[in-house]
Structure formats: C-alpha cells, structure tokens
Antibody, heavy 117, light 108 residues
C-alpha cells in the first residue's frame, strides 16, 4: 500500500521560504509515476503546485513557477517543495500526491502551513 | 477562480439520487480524462472516479461518472448521510492538473 507523509514547519514568516518534504513508503519513487504537491487554502478549493517524474522531469503551476522548486531524493524515497517569498495568501493545507495517468491516486494526509509574523 | 466550473452546493434526501456537474473546455475536459474526489472536513481528498467513469477498488457502485464533450457528471444513488462531503472534479490541461471549485453535498 502506497503511503505519503508530509513534514515541515507549520508556521513560516512572510517573505521567507516554505519547505516541505514528502516521505513515500510502499513504492519507490524512482520506478514510475509523477509525484507532486497540491494546496488548499482554508475553506477553499484545490490548487496544483508542481510535480516531478520518476526521472526528474518537473512541471509547475505557471502562477507559482517563479517561486517554486520541486526536487526528489531517490535514495531516501522522498521529494520536497520549496516556495519562496511567501505571503499570507500562501497559507494552506499542503498535500503531497502520486499522479498516475491523468489521475491523482494517492494523497498524503496534508499539513497545514500558516504564513504569519 | 477555478478552471473547471461546479455548482457550489447540491442537496437531496436520503435514498435519493443526486448529480454534480463539472464544466470545462475542449483543452481540458474535452481531450482528457476526468476524475472525481471526495473530501470530508479535515481530511485529504480521496479518489472516487477516474478515467471518466471508472471506480477504484472499494468504491461502491452507488457512485458513477460520465463525460460528454466538455462536461462531466458525478452521480450518487441511494444517498446516505455519510455521503455528506465536498466533491471535486479534476482533469488536465497542457499537462497540468486543474480542478473545479468543489461542490458541497448536503443530505437532508
């Protein structure tokens, strides 16, 4: 059974960098699939942030591209997200996910990140 | 503003049927598969339907999906109070994942 678990600070100051890591168990991220991040502001809908393939190819939401970096550590079977220059509007629950062919088939439990001084 | 359009809310009585619509365009729904996700408060979304009309293992056949042109529909029959949740449609556009704004289902 594939499991994803997000980790990272729950509070980040404005203008700083938000860093999250997703640890994957039950499947090797270097084998196949894309792995990505989705966020959900409180009381709002889902927004795709970025994804990385098993071979390292990355895609990101054009609206966030200038501030986002996604990377993977195959040896640790985990992937990470960095979102720079955060502001209050970036406060959200962040989910790490596995992307199959045109489907998001596994989700982490989510981690709430607040941006506040 | 979401790429895909869903009604903010729908409601129906227990035992009844409800449908949730998801409207897009040729460049997203028109040429890609649609998925549906169910989300209870405080929990992560869960895959309900993929490939327009396929159910993952463990999803009851009360849930169904369909697609026609640039729109998709989620159907739920035999409504139960436990079906009260937010439902999101999702698909792809230019290789990027896009979603609807979500529909809150109330079982009266």
């Amino acid at each position: 059974q594939v499991q994803l678990q997000e980790s990272g600070p729950g509070l980040v100051k404005p203008s700083e960098t938000l860093s999250l890591t997703c640890a994957v168990s039950g499947y090797s991220i270097s084998t196949d699939y894309y792995w990505g991040w989705i966020r959900q502001p409180p009381g709002k809908g889902l927004e795709w942030i970025a994804s990385i393939s098993h071979s390292g190819t990355t895609y990101s939401n054009p609206s966030l591209r200038s501030r986002v970096t996604i990377s993977a550590d195959m040896s640790k079977n985990q992937f990470s997200l960095k979102l720079r220059s955060v502001m209050a509007a970036d406060s959200a629950t962040f989910y790490c996910v596995r992307l199959g062919y045109q489907v998001i088939d596994y989700w982490g439990q989510g981690t709430l990140v607040s941006v506040s001084s | 503003q979401s790429v895909l359009t869903q009604p903010p809310s729908v409601s129906a009585a227990p035992g009844q049927k409800v449908t949730i619509s998801c409207s897009g365009s040729f460049s997203n729904i028109g040429i890609n598969f649609v998925s549906w996700y169910q989300q209870f408060p405080g929990t992560a979304p869960k895959l309900l339907i993929y490939g327009n009309d396929k159910r993952p293992s463990g999803i009851p056949d009360r849930f169904s999906g369909s697609k026609s042109g640039t729109s998709a529909t989620l159907g739920i029959t035999g409504l139960q109070t436990g079906d009260e949740a937010d439902y999101y449609c999702g698909t792809w556009e230019n290789g990027l994942s896009v979603f609807g704004g979500g529909t809150k289902l109330t079982v009266l």
